[in-house]
């Protein structure tokens, strides 16, 4: 099959999983299905910092959370070595649950192979790939998720925060970052952020 075939089909199919997320997300007045929103963001902020990506990592940006929904936070101790054990079982998961679909639309071993390395955040800062998934990471962060963030934590962990995301990115995602349609009030939190790193 053809590969714009293939990643179409796989688009298709990621998105008829992240359809049936319970949770939702009120965007442009219209309710979406929360990982839903959130993967075509993926692709769409990935277009715009990496016009040239590889088929393997336009695959990665499209799942990075596919059917996240089905491991529940709360199911892992509410603490730093709870949430730590958590992200890892979602790693593991995204990429199994990746590898299944990618199978049935026909990819090459080699192909489901590095869209679970990337997945699974393998060599970040080592990795070009791994590293611009990141950066597309916490860009979409900041874009769509940071201001509601901000409002419900104290000042203090949002700064945490920040400082925490400003350091996993590469400089040509940092100064995509201070492009971002932020408003005054965030933008003064990134600046206060940054400043003291």
């Not at 040239?52 to 101790?77: G, K, M, V």
């Amino acid at each position: 099959m053809a590969t714009a075939h293939n990643i179409k089909r796989a688009f298709q199919l990621f998105d008829n999983a992240n359809r049936e997320d319970p949770n939702t997300e009120v965007f442009e007045g219209k309710t979406h299905a929360k990982e839903l929103l959130y993967a075509q963001r993926m692709t769409e902020r990935l277009s715009i910092f990496a016009p040239d990506a590889s088929e393997a990592l336009q695959l990665t940006a499209r799942c990075q959370h596919i059917c996240r929904w089905e491991i529940a936070r709360d199911t892992y101790d509410m603490n730093r070595e709870g949430y730590l054990r958590w992200r890892q079982a979602l790693k593991k998961f995204h990429a199994a649950k990746a590898a299944s679909i990618l199978e049935k639309v026909g990819y090459s071993k080699e192909v489901i192979n590095q869209v679970q390395f990337l997945l699974e955040k393998k060599h970040l800062k080592k990795n070009e790939e791994t590293q611009t998934l990141e950066d597309v990471i916490c860009l979409v962060f900041l874009e769509y998720y940071f201001e509601p963030f901000a409002a419900k934590h104290p000042e203090e962990k949002t700064i945490a925060i920040l400082r925490k995301t400003w350091r996993k990115m590469s400089d040509k995602g940092q100064t995509a970052a201070l492009k971002l349609p932020l408003s005054e009030s965030a933008l003064q939190l990134v600046s206060r952020a940054i400043n003291a790193l």
